[in-house]
């Protein structure tokens, strides 16, 4: 085995070999998939206690991110500008449309290239629960309660069986989130999709009363960010997650490492349906501020409730990220900051409460949430 690397002298070596060998000041093991390297004292002497180990492909292979995968985060925040110019409304993770003494909250969205992995995997039966999800978590970030929800399938070819199985995952996500599938299109194109493949949007509309609306304009330096668990990736960052596997050489039916159940079954577990537990800790009083993690991790995601001047320090090792996401990083060898700004880590709705609300959450013994930070004065957000 060879490997490469760059000494701190920054001249670049390359080294052979599985054992230990002196080479300019530094003693390097190059067993297995570990890279070890001890300082010396001298020329032959003793190693000192500090020694660094390294994957080696952390040192050959290039890091991963979501725009090497072709999403460009960045694009998608300055679209959103240019809308905002014409369409001055936008912004939150829902539209609200006044209606009386209530707002009507809308929402939209996809389940992005998981679908690809439905296709490989060919489990279809879930995949409708994410497309509710995506929506209706967006829109209780206001305090909304859904309502209805309409679903779009497009295909090349329909395949009613397969269909059907995309619609039962629909009802099964409507009822969750105690809302009505009021009504969908189903459009049959031949050419555009791939023989067996299919799209899906869907869309949500919820209510809540004017008085009641979840806007973060409340919160103050001292809030605390109550963290509720994700069921893995949910959604967002497909695209990353398809290049890592195909980097890593393992197939979808291959038991994620550190686990018990296949890579396939992890990355197709359902999105989290967070409404009725969400509306159950607004009704209790103290939430000032919700935020779904999607596109954009906590990074983007969650200054998007901040009024101007705040920010927040979020304590990573605050609660358990799971195996998935560990494999994920160190098979894409993907930074830290990119994780946090792709993933959702094992968080998937983040909400801003007060420091009374914080206790009365993490002391009730049927919430499994955790406290992962506190608001501050600055802007964005930071890592300790």
Not at 30 to 55: D, H, M, Y
Not at 133 to 157: C, E, Q, R, W
Not at 176 to 190: F, I, K, N, R, Y
Not at 255 to 279: F, H, N, R, S, W
Request: aromatic fraction near 8%; charge should be negative; hydrophobic fraction near 40%.
């Amino acid at each position: 085995m060879t490997t490469s690397f760059k000494m701190n002298l920054g001249t670049p070596r390359v080294l052979s070999g599985s054992s230990w060998k002196p080479y300019y000041g530094v003693l390097v093991n190059l067993g297995s998939k570990k890279l070890q390297v001890s300082s010396l004292n001298s020329w032959g002497g003793t190693a000192r206690v500090c020694t660094r180990s390294f994957i080696t492909s952390e040192l050959t292979r290039e890091s991963l991110s979501y725009k090497k995968a072709g999403v460009d985060i960045d694009a998608g925040s300055e679209l959103v500008r240019r809308i905002a110019k014409m369409a001055p409304g936008i912004g939150g993770f829902g539209g609200l449309f006044p209606f009386g003494d209530s707002y009507l909250v809308a929402g939209t969205d996809g389940v992005g290239t998981k679908l690809k992995l439905a296709f490989e995997t060919g489990f279809h039966e879930t995949i409708g629960i994410d497309l509710v999800a995506m929506s209706v978590n967006d829109i209780v970030t206001s305090g909304a309660k859904p309502l209805f929800f309409l679903d779009y399938f497009a295909t090349s070819h329909l395949d009613v069986d397969l269909a059907e199985k995309v619609i039962k995952g629909i009802v099964d996500g409507c009822q969750q989130s105690d809302c009505v599938l009021l009504g969908g299109e189903t459009a049959e194109m031949p050419d555009f999709y791939k023989e067996g493949e299919y799209d899906l949007s869907g869309f949500a509309v919820g209510s809540v009363k004017k008085g009641s609306v979840i806007d973060g304009k409340n919160i103050v330096v001292g809030d605390v960010l109550i963290g509720l668990p994700s069921s893995g990736v949910h959604s967002n960052g497909f695209s990353l997650v398809r290049r890592v596997v195909a980097r890593s050489g393992h197939s979808l039916m291959d038991l994620l490492p550190g686990d018990d159940i296949t890579l396939g079954e992890a990355l197709m577990a359902p999105t989290v349906i967070y409404v009725k537990q969400v509306l159950d800790l607004i009704s209790k009083g103290g939430v000032k501020g919700i935020a779904h993690i999607t596109g954009g991790g906590f990074t983007d995601n969650i200054p998007r409730v901040f009024p101007e001047g705040l920010g927040a320090v979020i304590n990573t090792s605050s609660w358990p990220v799971p195996q998935l996401f560990k494999w994920i990083q160190e098979e894409g060898n993907v930074e830290d900051s990119e994780m946090r700004r792709t993933f959702n880590m094992g968080i998937g709705m983040v909400l801003v409460v007060s420091p009374e609300a914080a206790g009365g959450i993490l002391g009730n013994e049927g919430t499994i949430a955790y406290r992962i930070g506190e608001v501050v004065s600055g802007e964005g957000v930071s890592y300790c």
